[in-house]
């Protein structure tokens, strides 16, 4: 959240250079993507179960402030506690004086993008709390000292090789295997597990009439996180809440298929408050921490409030062209790729470049993946036109001036023709205006002779 | 907790859901029924061939002298020398404690554990537990906590061995979620499809990650 | 029968071929083409710059031209899409909004009007040639209509379709797009194009113009022999 505003297109130009990273980030890329493409078409009922979850989002939604107040009662009725967050710092600040309180040194955490969004690691270690990633791809983001690049899979742009040398230098064990490599976090991720203070898990879907935090995963990381240590703290936003466990149930029913392809992820948990009488393990303390940080805004926007009803599958970074090009470093924001380029604009903090929705091909690959029924390039071009308002853009503007007097457009067009046909001239005078920039790479087939002189001639049809 | 936060979200989110204009809520969609439990009867078959191929192993037990050779089998096989046990209905149907321990194994009662379980575990070979439903449509063990059901048993030692009476069989998640709706939600309830994996480092599908290597599943059929 | 023809100001300027293609297929589909006066620009690059009060003006004009059309028919995917937009430029109490919407219903992207509306003629089209299709963004996904130009395609006597690996991404053109990020729409575009080099054909079809400039204009400058062809054009049997 440095003062400069990110670049998006300059991130982007250094992200094409790296050929090694692209040529990783292709093949990752497209292979999750092919999961998911299998998996919704293995599912007949599929389009029913996108407008089932879509209805349940909606409906959600319009019952949010109910909902979160039902979701404490509850939480609180199980042994929980529930601490809401206005913004990043306050959510931060939250959660460290939790584990202050607790006397944890400790603290193991499970895969959350939430924790990136409040900067939760560093204010941690601020508070000389030692905070272990233990989701596999966090954990090597985190040896890495980098942030992630997908909201699932947020090591996708590291290759076994680099994984490799960095367990060399970080654990002094490496192997080049790729299962043996897992094993050498899962021995060197066990001893914290078992060691932790405590354990922070981010929260897929929280259900309001029983108070229960679901959390989705396939390594087994946020089980142990949950179960292990003395305190458990959950973060989520606070959209993430529905009422019954059957809404969360047609939730489930899109969310891992269109995340990695799956009917169900490995480990599927339902956490209700803490350790209750008699129970031997178990989080003696647990804590809700429910965040803002822009969301009930957003809330109030005709618009944009259909972000809030993203489940974070995924799906929609890995359909998109301009993501698939770049990956999700060059986004400079916690949330890349379409539904980051929607959030990170509304989020308090205003992470990223403000020009990112014009960052778009309008190909709206990510409204046709998404299971919660998004129009990305809807949202977007809503955005674009609320940063149009602020802009001059005399280009396109002039263009449009021009379109209303066709006599002038298409007398502009022939002057064009004569003079430079190809637009080379134009492009080698003026290398940074719109037309310079598009040929960077292209060649122009030139202008022609127009269309409506050439009609007349053909004699079929004419004018009416 | 931060009151004045609270206050200031809710009244906002209100402000948001009440302030209703052209573009209110919700958004005008057809109505939408859930998805209903499936109405095929859940059976072993169904489920072993959606479990096992997700990592586990699976064999039936037509009687409780099959189940106990089964329970001893595996005992054998994973070279079991230390075991915890969940006090449960369908473990003590089998007698599965007796079993394991007539194998040269020792076995821990949920009472044997300190108050920190976890670590105590870290070096237990084996979790052996009943469930509390299971899935037929994806192979899914439910595990719900309880005080004689720790959570850690199916998680920390390296074998889980899952003995599942047929009578727990349901079709799938819908009819679990109407089953646990019927009820007050235990402190955990996991729901594990599978063996723990992972694909991080290059999309490599990798099975056996933090939680048990192995797991194997008895079928009660008469139970 | 006639129908409107609606050049986008691209086909009217840089590539008339598609046009002319346009008005033959119609004619050989049994509907008279009619080119009405003092069409320019649709304002779908005002548009996507989030200026669509700078459209609303070539809506007014757009709707004025075309409101007496029995049918108005369209050579590009998206200028349509534009169409299909323009009520949604006016005011609920601007009485443009509905006739707006009128014309709007009554607009169809070629492919569309000859399968739709025609219930899909036999064009007679004939095509020896090797080639594969790039189904573009807005014809597919954003219309609805990619099955369209499929289904006319497999019509077209001696043409050997070879599919893309990924026919649906996007071509990385994107309008102003192309100019706000030059270097990422290459690179998007370089996917593109290795693709249809790697399928060995001699020609890539598309229902979209602005896809077949961005294309053709990458593969001149390589100087690959793989032409690009709109749909009208294959219609048509003229490169043969
Ligand atoms: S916006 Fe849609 S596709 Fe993208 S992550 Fe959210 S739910 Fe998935």
Redesign the pocket.
């Known amino acids: 959240m440095s003062a400069a505003k990110h670049d998006f297109a300059k991130a982007a130009a250094k992200a094409l250079d790296d050929r090694e990273s692209r040529a990783i980030l292709d093949r990752a890329i497209f292979h999750i993507d092919v999961l998911r493409q299998r998996s919704v078409k293995a599912m007949p009922d599929f389009a029913e179960r996108r407008a089932r979850a879509v209805a349940v989002r909606e409906k959600t939604l319009a019952r949010l402030p109910e909902l979160l107040e039902t979701l404490e009662a509850r939480v609180t009725a199980a042994g929980g506690r529930v601490h809401y967050a206005e913004d990043a710092a306050q959510a931060a600040a939250t959660v460290t004086d939790i584990l202050t309180a607790a006397g944890a040194k400790l603290v193991v955490k499970g895969k959350s993008m939430v924790s990136e969004e409040i900067g939760l690691n560093d204010a941690l270690a601020a508070a000389g709390i030692e905070a272990v990633e233990t989701d596999l791809g966090e954990y090597i983001i985190q040896l890495a000292g980098q942030r992630p690049s997908h909201?699932l899979a947020p090591a996708l742009h590291v290759s076994k090789e680099q994984v490799s040398a960095l367990f060399q230098e970080k654990l002094g064990r490496t192997s080049a295997d790729i299962p043996e490599m897992t094993r050498i976090a899962r021995d060197s991720l066990r001893e914290k597990f078992l060691a932790a203070d405590a354990g922070i898990t981010g929260c897929n879907i929280a259900v309001a009439r029983t108070g229960t935090v679901t959390v989705l995963e396939n390594e087994g990381n946020i089980r142990f996180s949950a179960s292990c240590p003395p305190v458990h703290v959950a973060l989520m936003t606070l959209e993430k809440v529905v009422e019954t466990l059957a809404d969360a149930a047609a939730i489930l029913d899109i969310l891992p298929p269109?995340a990695t392809g799956q009917t169900l992820p490995v480990h599927l948990s339902f956490f209700t408050g803490a350790r209750r009488d008699g129970e031997r393990d178990g989080p003696r303390e647990m804590h809700l921490v429910v965040v803002d940080n822009g969301r009930s805004a957003v809330l109030a926007d005709p618009v944009l409030r259909d972000?809030l009803?993203?489940?974070?599958?995924?799906?929609?970074?890995n359909v998109c062209p301009v993501y698939q090009a770049v990956g999700g470093h060059a986004y400079g924001s916690v949330y890349p790729?379409?539904?980051g380029s929607v959030l990170s604009s509304v989020l308090a903090g205003g992470e990223g470049d403000p020009r990112q929705p014009f960052a778009c091909t309008h190909c709206a690959a990510?409204a046709g993946?998404?299971?919660?029924g998004?129009d990305?390039p809807a949202l977007l071009q809503e955005l674009r036109r609320r940063l149009a308002a602020t802009e001059p853009d005399p280009a396109a503007r002039a263009f449009a001036a021009l379109a209303r007097h066709p006599w002038l457009f298409d007398g502009l067009a022939a002057v064009a023709r004569t003079v430079d046909p190809r637009l080379t001239k134009t492009a080698a005078l003026a290398p940074d205006s719109p037309v310079g920039r598009f040929l960077r790479g292209r060649r122009f087939p030139g202008l022609a002779r127009p269309f409506a002189r050439r009609f007349r001639k053909m004699g079929q049809g004419g004018k009416s | 907790m931060n009151a004045c936060a609270k206050m200031a979200i809710l009244g906002r989110l209100r402000a948001a859901v009440e302030g209703v204009g052209p573009a209110g809520f919700p958004r005008p969609a057809p109505a939408q029924g859930l998805r209903r439990a499936g109405a095929g009867a859940a059976d072993f078959a169904v489920f072993a061939g959606a479990l096992t191929a997700l990592g586990p192993t699976f064999e039936l037990a037509r009687t409780p002298d099959e189940a106990r050779a089964a329970v001893a089998g595996a005992v054998a096989r994973h070279e079991v020398r230390t075991a915890v046990a969940w006090d449960h209905p369908d473990l003590a149907a089998v007698g599965a404690v007796a079993v394991i321990e007539g194998a040269g194994a020792s076995v821990l009662s949920p009472d044997d554990l300190p108050g920190r379980a976890c670590p105590s575990l870290a070096a237990v070979d084996m979790g052996i537990t009943g469930v509390a439903y299971a899935l037929g449509a994806t192979g899914s063990l439910i595990l719900t906590a309880g005080p004689s059901m720790p959570r850690s048993a199916a998680l920390v030692p390296r074998l889980h061995l899952a003995l599942v009476a047929r009578s727990r069989l349901l079709p799938d998640l819908p009819a679990l979620c109407d089953r646990l709706a019927g009820g007050p939600m235990p402190s955990a309830v996991n729901c594990v499809t599978g063996v723990s994996s992972t694909g991080d480092i290059e999309f490599v599908y990798v099975r056996g990650v933090h939680g048990p290597l192995a797991v194997h599943v008895i079928g009660l059929d008469w139970l | 029968m006639d129908a409107f023809l609606f050049i986008p100001c691209l086909v009217a300027h840089v590539m008339p071929q598609v046009g002319e293609a346009t008005a033959r297929v119609l004619a050989r589909a049994g509907v008279t083409p009619r080119l009405p006066d003092g069409q320019t620009c649709c304002g779908q690059f005002a548009y996507k710059r989030g200026l669509p009060e700078a459209v609303r003006p070539l809506a007014r004009r757009f709707v004025e031209i075309f409101e007496d059309a029995p049918a108005v028919v369209g050579p590009s995917g998206s200028c349509v899409a534009m169409v299909r937009r323009y009520p949604e430029l006016f005011d609920a109490d601007d009485p443009f909004r509905r006739r707006a919407g009128r014309v709007a219903a009554k607009t169809y992207e070629l492919g569309e009007y000859l399968v739709d509306v025609l219930g899909c003629p036999d064009l007679g089209a004939r095509l020896p040639l090797r080639a594969t299709l790039h189904a573009s963004c807005q014809t597919t996904r954003v219309l609805g209509v990619g099955g369209h130009t499929e289904r006319l395609l497999a019509g077209v006597a001696d043409l050997i379709l070879t599919p893309l690996p990924h026919p649906e991404r996007c071509c990385g053109f994107g309008g102003g797009f192309s100019v706000d990020y030059p270097e990422l729409s290459q690179a998007i575009l370089d996917k593109k194009i290795e693709d249809i080099l790697a399928a060995d054909v001699a020609a890539v079809i598309a229902a979209e113009p602005s896809c077949l400039l961005n294309i053709g204009s990458a593969l001149a400058r390589r100087g690959a022999a793989v032409r690009t062809l709109h749909l009208a054009e294959v219609l048509a049997g003229e490169a043969a």
Request: charged share 10%; glycine share 10%; hydrophobic share 40%.
């Open positions: 909201i269109s972000i009803r993203c489940i974070r599958c995924g799906a929609c970074l790729g379409p539904m990510c993946a998404c299971p919660a998004i990305h």
